[in-house]
Structures are given as structure tokens and as C-alpha cells.
T-cell receptor, first 118, second 110 residues
């Protein structure tokens, strides 16, 4: 069973287009994330979202917007795509494990979407 | 973004040796620490988590945490060619925000 899934796996598009990437998790986790991984392998958090709060990394351009139709889905919309948006985008989800303090979280990643902007 | 630093490598070790991967973090209130393994073209896979000072062992992997020095390490004993990957260190502070280092590329030479 796939825990965190993303579609599409590959996305090739022209500069200026608008595109979406979908993410679904069946783990019952309460928080979902979008990360961008560039060619140097740096994994940068873009957004985290649960049913209470959206946390946005302030360095993310407002051309990027997350949309969550329900707790199990967090889609990423990108407007006016630019060459520098080419990267691998990972969706992830996490949940708190038990009542321990400090809290313990477990995070799992989707397979990634390789976006190429031409 | 919280700073998490790793030696980018590449780190090469012979098969059967111990591989030592290091990570430092800047935020003193960091609470949880993780090591992920990422094979080329694949997604990060959680291999170890550690929350308290000291050592935590899981098979051939040992995570070591020293909060006073803001340092977390991963030791891989009896390294195998299948351990060749990029290893990512991650920390969380309050809440469930994860911050990743730039990763260390490990090659185990048969």
C-alpha cells in the first residue's frame, strides 16, 4: 500500500504555464508538507499544513500555493512557471507519536515529482 | 530557515569499515533529530530518529546526540555497497517543522 503518493511523477512544461501537483497520504497523519529539492540535493521546506494552520516559508514566491481539499490531500499549484522552478518536489506527511514531551514526530515522503520548465 | 550543516562529502569508505556522518545545528531549542537516506532518483527514507542525549542503536546504525555541543552523528558499521547514498540530517524545533541539512554523499567501495 502506498503511504504518500504524488502525481505526476514527471512534469515537463513551458515557461509561463500554470501547473499542479497532487499529493495524497493514507497514513492518517495530520500534517502535510511540500519540499523542493534542487540539483545540489538541498531539501528546502516550502509549506506545512494541518487542519489548523498553514505555515509558509517566507522565501517561497507567491506563485506557489498549496490547496488542501481535505486532511489526506495537499496539492501544489504553481502559476507562471519560471526556469528556476525546475527541481524535484516532494510531498511528505507527519504525525505526532504518543504524548511524549518534547513531542516526537515521524515524517514520510512521497516519491517526488520531477518538474522541468523549458 | 534554521541552519543544519553537514559535510557534503563525498565520503568514501571500504566495504566492512565504519562510516561516520556528522551534523551540527544552530537552534538550541531543537528537540528531535533524524537521519534520512536518499538513493539517487528516490525519495528520502527515514532510517534513524533520536530525541535524547546519548547513543541509539538500530542494527548496523548508531545515532549519537550531544545537545550541549549541538551535534548529531550517524555511524554505519560494517558498511555495505548498498549503503552508498546521500544521508540527510534533519531537526525539528517546536512543533513539526523539519529542517534539513545539505546531505553527505557516501560511497562504499567493494
Amino acid at each position: 500500500d502506498t503511504a504518500v503518493s504524488q502525481t505526476p511523477k514527471y512534469l515537463v512544461t513551458q515557461m509561463g504555464n500554470d501547473k499542479s501537483i497532487k499529493c495524497e497520504q493514507n497514513l492518517g497523519h495530520d500534517t502535510m508538507y511540500w519540499y523542493k529539492q534542487d540539483s545540489k540535493k538541498f531539501l528546502k521546506i516550502m509549506f506545512s499544513y494541518n487542519n489548523k494552520e498553514l505555515i509558509i516559508n517566507e522565501t517561497v514566491p507567491n506563485r506557489f500555493s498549496p490547496k488542501s481539499p481535505d486532511k489526506a490531500h495537499l496539492n501544489l499549484h504553481i502559476n507562471s512557471l519560471e526556469l528556476g522552478d525546475s527541481a524535484v518536489y516532494f510531498c511528505a506527511s507527519s504525525s505526532r507519536r504518543g504524548p511524549a514531551d518534547p513531542p516526537m514526530y515521524t515524517q514520510y515522503f512521497g516519491p517526488g515529482t520531477r518538474l522541468t520548465v523549458l | 530557515q534554521k541552519e543544519v550543516e553537514q559535510n557534503s562529502g563525498p565520503l568514501s569508505v571500504p566495504e566492512g569499515a565504519i562510516a561516520s556522518l556528522n551534523c551540527t545545528y544552530s537552534d538550541r531549542v531543537s528537540q528531535s533529530f533524524f537521519w534520512y537516506r536518499q538513493y539517487s532518483g528516490k525519495s528520502p527514507e527515514l532510517i534513524m530518529s533520536i530525541y535524547s542525549n546519548g547513543d541509539k542503536e538500530d542494527g548496523r546504525f548508531t545515532a549519537q546526540l550531544n545537545k550541549a555541543s549541538q551535534y548529531v552523528s550517524l555511524l554505519i558499521r560494517d558498511s555495505q555497497p548498498s549503503d552508498s547514498a546521500t544521508y540527510l540530517c534533519a531537526v525539528t524545533t517546536t512543533g513539526n517543522q523539519f529542517y534539513f541539512g545539505t546531505g553527505t554523499s557516501l560511497t562504499v567501495i567493494p
